[in-house]
């Protein structure tokens, strides 16, 4: 096998991992490092499919002279590097050079020209070469000896190329490639090629004549437009051409044959990703040299693990202590007649007890019934004992589950830190006790250490909560919350699944026109589904002006066919054809499928998802379903309550955000609006424009709306002018008119601003917290984010934490009062029940008076019910 260098263009990759990678990482020492993060993300992700015997990195060092004389705004428009990419640079060498990995630099000389160089010289070696790119320069490298390495989608999906896939790709071979680029040029580096000349028409062009000497020795066969625009660039051409080769015999030392990888130390390496904290990176390069990054295991108890009576006694004991034990369960990958099929295994402070297949699941039973448990995700166990499907025996009751004394360790964590993107036992482990968990060998032993850290993690975990001031958050709101939303999961929902037919039935016909329509305006067939031939269409064959551009051409998302729209049809007609075709997929074919034995579909409710601190829903989304089109309450349409003589009953806040933005800002003026119990948008545009409410037109209330808003969500004049579609300097008239109308809501979100940048979080009015790093950002676009976040969260997470409490005690008064109807859903702001016809208005009397007045404000909260036959008509 001939030695197989990689060759890794430096630049390429650090730009893409720096604008695919949040910008909220930062080293201990405040310098930012996404970009090193998710370049070595990609790194990784190569050395694990390639296996390299070597590995080398280039950057740029300058233009070469050549390119420029050849044309003078070669890459001038490029803007200057962002300071926050640019003091990462010094960084990842440091990474490179810990690993050991040459990294080249050669004044004057681009990165693809040192990439090029180091092909030619292993191809005279008879070495193997993959360059790592996402420069599509470097395809006319491709050969048998070498091919290209470029990301896909992201920062690891990779693809590979060589002749073959270059040519079934582009329609041309590697030796053609800069021939292709000196006829469609290159806008990303000011490479102008022949106007009018796209990828399809360069690749036939060479496809006839072979390259550019070819083509212009032939033009007496071309014809109309295309032959003048060949013609009178000519020059531009040749020089496009000569610009985008790459040159293979740049001069600089390197010893290619005593290159290898991996061949570093481990300590070096230990030491250098220690400095910025990349441990699970670290990890990952040990593990290339057979070392594994040292974890000091947590100091755990749980001998004496033991079975049967012994169990059952020890087990007996902790209860009667009232301990909080810790519970994990093993299911074998490979169960036999010899191996149970599950493992229930309780931690206490004198031992682990064992108990397997039906007898684990009813000790469990036993346990939540009279006992109290720690678990990494309580809901997930209580569905063992209490599936969602209720077709399966439940060996507990809905009170066992509502009522269920339980510390969830997941839960705890999300509550410390909403923005961490993974709560494991290892994470909890390693921030709360100093350690992870030890190594075990088998799926029971993992569970016995498993529970053994639940049972650890509960004080340590409640001292963080405490210390943290989230006490009120955890144990008063989202605990509670976790057996309420077990029993909503096991209820589900109903479907209409004719209704849902017929509507997958029209909505299929209406593709089909919008299919046909689009095809007839663009004059040629292509596939609707495929950005790449939208972006041919749109700015090739209709010419139409392109608005932006990301890395793989010319965008096509929902903004700029948006905008597109406004001059010419067919945008308008994609864009719709998007929104039918997704929600089709999405649900209109998925939901049949995802019913379970018992007819109905039991969405997942998640508390650890957003970093808000709102709900979110899964498998399926029923959040997700628009709220205020004609076609999403087509969809909603198909839900049907549970039980027949039952209906669909929502109830939902009115206004919830603003009400409380009145209530945390006290703004006299903003209170009084809530409190007169008058139109709040129209009071708001009387005093906004300055006129007599009674003269408040429904344009002039529709704006005022937006701006509050807006203002909730912590909207800036551009944004306000985007959505209203009014010039910017009206939207900020606006908001300045909106500020002085009510000054205490200015100066509330001014605090508060400063408060977060102060303590790095924003709180509701209940403690939860949300920490925000990019308060702390170099880049002015982040602390902007960082900034409405931190304006926006205590108004959107205390309406979570309000909605939260409404649905635990709305549950306990179900049970309490002994009523028939269920609670299915939770949407934002909304619950939704199924209910018996007789019982539609007790229960909307005690809903209302249960979220109306589950906090007290210093404005009075507003809940509208209504009911009908399905989900669609209770609104």
């Known amino acids: 096998m001939p030695k197989k260098i990689a ?10 991992a720096y604008h695919a990678v949040p910008q909220t990482m930062n080293a201990p020492d405040g310098r930012p490092t996404n970009a090193v993060f998710g370049f070595m993300a ?33 890459k001038a428009q490029r803007p200057p590097m962002d300071d926050d990419l640019k003091v990462q640079f010094p960084i990842i060498e440091e990474l490179l050079e810990a690993m050991a990995i040459p990294v080249v630099r050669i004044k004057g000389w681009e990165g693809d020209d040192v990439l090029g160089t180091i092909a030619a010289r292993n191809e005279e070696l008879g070495y193997e070469t993959l360059l790592v790119t996402g420069d599509k320069d470097a395809y006319q490298l491709a050969s048998d000896l070498t091919r290209i390495v470029t990301t896909k989608k992201g ?46 028409t360069a690749a036939k062009l060479l496809q006839a004549y072979g390259n550019l000497e070819g083509l212009y020795e032939h033009t007496d066969e071309l014809k109309g437009r295309q032959k003048e625009r060949i013609e009178e660039n000519k020059d531009a051409a040749f020089a496009s051409r000569e610009v ?81 034990v810790g519970v994990a369960f093993a299911e074998p990958e490979q169960v036999s007649l010899f191996n149970p099929s599950l493992s229930c295994v309780v931690s206490t402070s004198e031992g682990t007890a064992l108990f397997e297949d039906e007898e684990g699941l009813a000790t469990f039973a036993r346990i939540v019934r009279e006992g109290s448990f720690a678990t990494f995700d309580v809901k997930q166990a209580l569905h063992r004992i209490y599936p969602a499907d209720t077709t399966e025996p439940a060996l507990v009751d809905d009170a066992d589950v509502v009522n269920v004394r339980a510390f969830d360790l997941g839960l705890a964590g999300y509550v410390l830190n909403s923005s961490v993107t993974e ?22 032993d993992l569970a016995v250490v498993q529970a053994a850290a639940a049972y650890t993690l509960v ?182 309550p549970i039980e027949p003589g039952h209906k669909f009953l929502s109830a939902d806040y009115s206004q919830i955000e603003l009400r409380l933005l009145a209530h945390l800002s006290g703004d006299e003026h903003l209170v009084a609006a809530f409190c007169s119990g008058a139109d709040f948008h129209a009071a708001t545009a009387s005093r906004v424009f300055g006129i007599p409410v009674e003269d408040v037109t429904p344009e002039l209330r529709s704006r005022a709306k937006a701006v509050n808003f ?38 509330y979100l001014d605090d508060t601003i400063e408060q977060a940048k102060e303590k790095g979080y924003a709180e509701t009015m209940f403690g939860r917290k949300r920490h925000i790093p990019e308060l702390r950002a170099g880049n002015a676009n982040q602390r902007g984010f960082g900034e409405r976040t931190a304006m926006n969260h205590p108004m959107q997470g205390s309406a979570a934490d309000v909605i939260k409490l409404a649905m635990a005690e709305v549950q306990r008064r179900l049970m309490a009062e002994g009523f028939k109807a269920r609670l299915l859903l939770q949407v934002h702001d909304e619950l939704d029940f199924s209910v018996p016809e007789e019982e539609i208005e007790p229960l909307s009397a005690m809903v209302k008076e249960v979220m109306e007045n589950i906090v007290e404000l210093r404005v009075p909260l507003d809940v509208d019910v209504s009911y009908g036959s399905t989900w669609a008509e209770s609104h």
Not at 272 to 299: D, I, Y
């Open 7 to 16: 060759v890794i263009d430096g630049n390429s990759l650090m730009h893409r």
């Open 42 to 74: 990609m790194l990784l992700k190569f050395i694990d499919i390639a296996a390299p015997d070597a590995l080398i990195c280039a950057f740029d060092a300058g233009r070469p002279e050549f390119r420029m004389k050849a044309i003078e705004q070669y």
């Open 155 to 200: 920062i690891t999906d990779v693809a590979i190329y060589g002749p073959e896939e270059v040519k079934e790709r582009y329609g041309i071979t590697p030796a053609q490639v800069p021939d292709y680029l000196g006829l469609k040029g290159d806008a990303s580096d000011n490479i102008p090629g022949v106007p009018g000349i796209g990828e399809k």
């Open 244 to 324: 985008a080769t790459i040159v293979r015999d740049v001069e600089f030392p390197l010893d290619l044959e005593a290159c290898s990888f991996p061949s570093f130390d481990a300590e070096v390496v230990t030491e250098a990703f220690s400095k910025v904290q990349f441990n699970s990176h670290l990890s990952r390069v040990l593990k290339l040299v057979g070392r594994e990054l040292e974890k000091k295991p947590a100091q755990l108890s749980w001998e004496p693990v033991v079975h049967g009576s012994e169990a059952k006694a020890l087990l007996e004991a902790a209860m009667g202590r009232d301990e909080t």
């Open 423 to 444: 709560y494991t036992y290892d994470a909890l482990l390693d921030v709360y006790c100093g350690g992870v968990l030890p190594e075990t060998k088998t799926e029971r």
């Open 459 to 640: 004080g340590a975990l409640t001292e963080a909560i405490e210390r943290d001031g989230s006490h009120r958050a955890y144990f008063d709101i989202d605990l509670p919350l976790v057996g309420v939303l077990a029993v909503m999961e096991r209820t589900g929902t109903a479907l209409d699944c004719e209704r849902l037919a017929e509507l997958g039935e029209s909505t299929q016909a209406e593709l089909d026109e919008l299919k046909v329509r689009v095809i007839e305006l663009a004059g040629e067939e292509f596939n609707l589904d495929s950005p790449k031939q939208l972006s041919h269409i749109l700015f090739e064959v209709l010419g139409l002006k392109p608005l932006k551009k990301n890395q793989r051409g010319y965008s096509t998302d929902a903004g700029v066919l948006k905008e597109l729209a406004t001059t010419h049809e067919l945008p308008a007609l994609v864009l719709r054809y998007r929104e039918l075709a997704k929600i089709k997929s999405t649900y209109i074919d998925a939901l049949p499928r995802m019913r379970a034995e018992d007819g109905r579909v039991h969405t997942c409710f998640n508390e650890t998802v957003t970093t808000t601190g709102r709900l979110s829903s899964s498998d399926p989304n029923l959040q997700n379903i628009p709220v205020r089109t004609e076609f999403g309450r087509q969809i909603r349409e198909c839900f049907v």
């Open 710 to 747: 807006g203002i909730v969500y912590g909207q800036q004049a551009f944004g306000l002018s985007q959505s209203l579609g009014i010039p910017f300097s009206e939207a900020k008239e606006m908001i300045d008119r909106y500020f002085a109308a009510y000054p205490g809501v200015r100066a």
